[in-house]
């Protein structure tokens, strides 16, 4: 008689794993699913990207046919953000009118800017684009005078060669211009 009771405990706690796996399962698919949604809304949008933020346009954006934008939050791994800034700080003098760093969040003294050796703008803002953009990573923009994003490149953690591919395309599209 023990042994079947042994059988039936068993069993029981068997189904009532499979329950629980299929539901983290079930509640997995669901985020997954979300998150593909996200990024085809972002990737396939009739729109284009551009900065909507009236403070930022006209005063920082319209100086130069084309800007260099660097944008940074609260969110961003902190080696990433700092490889970033040593980059900024190698580009060379005669881009530095082109180049501006911006602070997205609500707390400007969490990241420090105090490793910018140029005379850059840093500015807290709690939102840059028309439409709503999640930032994660630090991201770097090439805009036109009028705010469309001509091309843009989120920092990949251990991948620093994108974020330095997109910075020499920009500079390279902001000296014709």
Same mark, same amino acid.
């Given at each position: 008689?023990?042994?079947?009771?042994?059988?039936?405990?068993?069993?029981?706690?068997?189904?009532?794993?499979?329950?629980?796996?299929?539901? &983290?399962?079930?509640?997995?698919?669901?985020?997954?699913?979300?998150?593909?949604?996200?990024?085809?809304?972002?990737?396939?949008?009739?729109?284009?990207?551009?900065?909507?933020?009236?403070?930022?346009?006209?005063?920082?954006?319209?100086?130069?046919?084309?800007?260099?934008?660097?944008?940074?939050?609260?969110?961003?791994?902190?080696?990433?953000?700092?490889?970033?800034?040593?980059?900024?700080?190698?580009?060379?003098?005669?881009?530095?009118?082109?180049?501006?760093?911006?602070?997205?969040?609500?707390?400007?003294?969490?990241?420090? &800017?105090?490793?910018?050796?140029?005379?850059f703008i840093t500015t807290s803002f709690n939102n840059l684009f028309r439409d709503e953009i999640e930032i994660v990573q630090p991201m770097?923009?090439?805009?036109?005078?009028?705010?469309?994003?001509?091309?843009?490149?989120?920092?990949?953690?251990?991948?620093?060669? &994108?974020?330095?591919? &997109?910075?020499?395309?920009?500079?390279?599209?902001?000296?014709?211009?």
């Amino acid at each position: 008689m023990n042994t079947s009771n042994n059988y039936k405990v068993i069993t029981i706690l068997l189904i009532i794993l499979n329950i629980v796996c299929i539901y &983290f399962l079930m509640k997995n698919n669901a985020t997954i699913t979300y998150l593909n949604d996200r990024i085809h809304l972002l990737t396939n949008t009739n729109k284009p990207l551009s900065l909507v933020n009236k403070r930022v346009s006209p005063k920082y954006i319209s100086i130069n046919k084309v800007n260099i934008i660097f944008i940074f939050n609260d969110n961003g791994c902190k080696s990433c953000i700092t490889e970033l800034i040593d980059k900024i700080n190698r580009i060379d003098n005669k881009f530095d009118s082109k180049i501006k760093v911006f602070y997205l969040g609500k707390n400007p003294d969490r990241i420090s &800017f105090g490793r910018l050796t140029k005379n850059f703008i840093t500015t807290s803002f709690n939102n840059l684009f028309r439409d709503e953009i999640e930032i994660v990573q630090p991201m770097g923009l090439l805009v036109r005078y009028d705010g469309l994003v001509i091309d843009s490149q989120q920092e990949i953690v251990g991948s620093p060669s &994108f974020m330095q591919d &997109f910075i020499d395309r920009a500079l390279k599209i902001s000296e014709i211009f």
